[in-house]
């Protein structure tokens, strides 16, 4: 590494570190037992994989998993643990991603209580692994695997910024904006629901967003789409789902019965 590209990571962990007192999310609507059934499709449409969303509460904290499985083999697989006890607070946080849509089998790990992280990677070429490990000074309000809740969780036109771990495969912690940006009608059967849309925002401190932009790698806006008529319920979602990785779309599936 050049020292310009050392002077300018190690300002940017600064930046960091002035910004990482960030207040946790007020608990509006407590999280229960759920299971939902989800489709993930291209841009085009095409439905790519066939997923679950599998939560539960035990001993008081909330276990929540989304798994895809993929036309080709592969598997996505993230789970988030955590507490709703007056604010939300990410537990543990694991992610696991094998097989050839994605360009190499990782697998992330995360614990609040330690601040410890592990990446385990596996080249396609040449199933060689590499392993790294570190401890990360964590937010209150650090939400991997949970913005979607988040969402759900704010008041009407609010906007909150929070914070990731993102695995670039090196732990880094960045910044969130959640915005509301509209509202959308959405139908259900034939009756029309009202829609908010959320916009995800990644802000990656000055000098590292001029590197991933100078790089062909700047992290695109996320979005999502909530209901917000009585109680929120998820619609939609559209952006990447691993790093550098495409857009895709999330979106409620039902069972059918089969032809």
């Known amino acids: 590494m050049s020292p310009g590209a050392s002077l300018a990571l190690l300002m940017t962990a600064l930046l960091w570190l002035q910004g990482a ?22 841009l085009d449409r095409a439905q790519i994989a066939s ?40 537990q543990s946080y694991r992610l696991l991603q094998r097989g050839p849509v994605f360009a190499e089998d990782t697998e992330f790990s995360l614990e609040r209580a330690s601040g410890k992280y592990r990446v385990k990677t596996t080249a ?12 990360l000074t964590l937010p209150p309000d650090t939400y991997n695997g949970m913005i979607l809740t ?44 009202s829609a908010t849309h959320y ?23 996320s979005h999502a789409w909530i209901v917000t008529d009585e109680l929120p319920a998820f619609v939609r979602f559209e952006g990447p789902l691993h790093p550098a990785g495409p857009v895709w779309h999330i979106e409620l599936t039902s069972p059918r019965w089969p032809d």
Do not use: C
Not at 203 to 210: H, M, P, Q, V, Y
């Open 124 to 135: 396609r070429k040449d199933a060689r692994e590499t392993v790294l490990e570190g401890t």
């Open 21 to 42: 007192a960030a207040a946790p999310v007020a608990v509006r609507y407590v999280e229960g037992v759920t299971h939902g059934f989800l489709a993930l499709r291209t």
């Open 51 to 90: 997923g679950d969303l599998l939560q539960f509460v035990r001993r008081g904290e909330v276990e929540s998993r989304m798994v895809f499985r993929f036309k080709d083999g592969s598997v996505l697989d993230e789970t988030v643990v955590f507490t709703q006890e007056r604010v939300f607070t990410m």
């Open 199 to 221: 916009v995800f925002k990644p802000r990656l401190g000055a000098w590292l967003e001029l590197f991933s932009t100078l790089l062909g790698r700047m992290p695109p806006d």
């Open 150 to 193: 988040i969402a759900k969780n704010l008041p009407r036109e609010a906007r909150e910024t929070v914070h990731l771990v993102a695995f670039t495969p090196t732990a880094r912690l960045i910044e969130l904006e959640v915005a509301p940006a509209g509202e959308h009608k959405v139908l259900v059967g034939e009756l029309a629901k």
